[in-house]
Every structure is written in structure tokens, then in C-alpha cells.
């Protein structure tokens, strides 16, 4: 069997956790963010340049850390998931989802029978390549997956009491971004429509036993997250941060050559 989910044994401990996205296609980029001890990296098969094949590569490489790789798809898709899954995923994590119908879709995909419909093949990763013990790895597997879902827009918003109910569902991720978009402030996160939709969703989440999840582009931001009750923390990208790194090493350098003239 696959070892323990570390990522949701943390959460279920009442821990708060911490980690990025990533939007490169590597997966020695993944190993070598995962060195730093984060908790998880997502790798999003939305926005990135991922395909199948590199996320097999980037589970391998972020696990043999310590730290979750979750896997980011872009729609409520059973086949989508049941390939990510196949992978050796234990991590998932869907955008898009506005109902209750949505969330209880990505769940019973995650899950095998009889808590869900995810299909069935012995021969992969999660059962060792074998069918010996199926029935009981498939219930070990069921306790392990982590399920969250993505909410985005105005409809899921007003669904979120009824997404909350979802039975097995683990967290639910609120995209700040596309929020500020919704109250007719886009890229404003600071902004106290958002911030208010932040706390009242956040308070209804962690009030049903969920996880809150949502993205901190600064450190004032992060603290700011935690402080309103969200326990899964992700911190900006791999782009962003690589970019960020490198544009301020050159400032300095700039400045050096200045100075010595």
C-alpha cells in the first residue's frame, strides 16, 4: 500500500500547512522547491504546461521529499481524474465548481465503490501494480485521497453552504483573484468586498469541518489568510518567485555597476 497521506494527516491534526503552485512543466523544478519543506506544491494542469506524463514525473520527484504534489484540473472532468489519480495521486484538486451537483461529482470520482465511481484498474501505482489485496487497498486508498474543490465565481459563492455538505469532501480552495473580479474590483484583493466574502466564506467552511484554502502574493497577505482562519496556505508560483528572484538580484547588480563608475 501507499504510504500515509501526510498532507491530510497534518490538516486532520488541526495544523495549518503551507506551500506553492507551480506552473513549469519540470519536475526537478517541483524536487527542488519540495526541498525546502513545504508541505505541497499543485501542480496546475489548468494554466501550466503539464501533461500526463510530466505530472507522473512530478509525483515521483516532489513525493520522494516528503512533501504532496496535488494535481489542479481545470473542470469537473470523472476521466480527468481517474487519470491523475492512476498516476499515483493522492491529492486533487478541481476549479470551476459552482453546485453542490459539481462537488459531489469530483468527490465520488476520487473514491472507489461503494463510496464512489472512480474506476478500477489493480495494475497501477496506487495498488503496488498488483490485484493482490484489491478490495482492501481500494479502501485504504479511499482513506487517503484528498479531495478539494475550487470556487471562483459569484454561483459558487452562493452555493457554498450547499458545496459544504458535500460527504468526504476535504477542502474548499476560494480563488481571491477571480472573487475580485465578481465584486467589480479585479486584481484587488485588499480590496473589503473581498476581504468581507473571505471571512463569511471562511466561517462557514471551517463551521462544517472543512478546510479553507486560498493563494498569498506577500508575506502581509499571508498573515492576513491565517489570521481570517485558513489552514491551507499556498505562497504566489515558481514563475512569479523565479522572476522575482532574479529581477532583484539584477537591480542590485545594476546598482553595483552605478555605484563603482
Sequence with gaps: MTPVNTLKQKLSEGKTVFGTWSALGSAPAMNCIAQAGLDFIITDMEHGAMTLETVESQLYYTEITGCTAIVRLGEVDELAILHALDLGARAIMVSHVSTPEDASRVVSATRYSPEGTRGLSPFTRNHGYSDKNIREKMAYANTQIFTGVLIEGEEGIANLPQICETPNLDMVYLGIYDISQTVGEPGDVQHPKVKKILKESVDLINSKG????????????????????????????????????????????????????
Design 210 to 261: 472543512l478546510v479553507a484554502g486560498s493563494v498569498a502574493r506577500n508575506p502581509e497577505y499571508m498573515k492576513l489568510l491565517i489570521d481570517t482562519g485558513f489552514r491551507f496556505v499556498s505562497y504566489r508560483n515558481d514563475t512569479s518567485m523565479m522572476y522575482e528572484s532574479y529581477l532583484n538580484s539584477k537591480i542590485i547588480f545594476d546598482k553595483q555597476i552605478s555605484e563603482k563608475k
